[in-house]
């Protein structure tokens, strides 16, 4: 498993930005720095919250934890001001390093687990059947 632990510098300049945002509750800095790296070992792992190692804490306080702070949008400003710091970038998570589920991404949840359609199986290229040959 990725190793979502934090250097001691990385969360040097976390936690003061916790501090100064009007919106985030950091609270005490060892819950804090614990929530933080439970949300990144989640967003890194793809897995459930409920697969939440017991040692990062309680899978549903981290994740109503997670969704406060989405809604307050801290996620967002934090990615905006750590964005130009190069030592920053491996904490910066998106869409680009999270899995998605394919439901996520358009798929019909009845097409989940069987298997695609592949273009280039014969009569791919042929004309609609609507259409007169």
């Known amino acids: 498993m990725t190793n979502a632990r934090l250097r001691d510098d990385e969360w040097e300049k976390i936690y003061t930005f916790l501090q ?10 060892a819950e804090c720095r614990q929530f933080v790296e439970a949300v990144l070992w989640i967003l890194r792992s793809g897995a459930q ?9 309680n899978w549903n306080t981290v994740y109503k934890r997670f969704a406060r702070w989405c809604e307050h949008e801290v996620w967002a400003d ?39 359609k592949r273009w280039d199986a014969a009569g791919a290229g042929s004309a609609p059947r609507s259409t007169p040959v």
């Open 78 to 116: 934090m990615h905006q001001h750590f964005a130009n710091d190069p030592d920053m970038e491996q904490i910066l998570l998106d869409s680009t390093i999270v899995r998605a589920h394919p439901c996520a991404a358009g798929a019909s949840k009845k097409a989940v687990g069987k298997k695609a």
């Open 49 to 57: 919250w409920r697969l939440l190692p017991e040692n990062q804490g």
């Open 20 to 29: 100064q945002h009007s919106r985030a509750y950091a609270g005490q800095e």
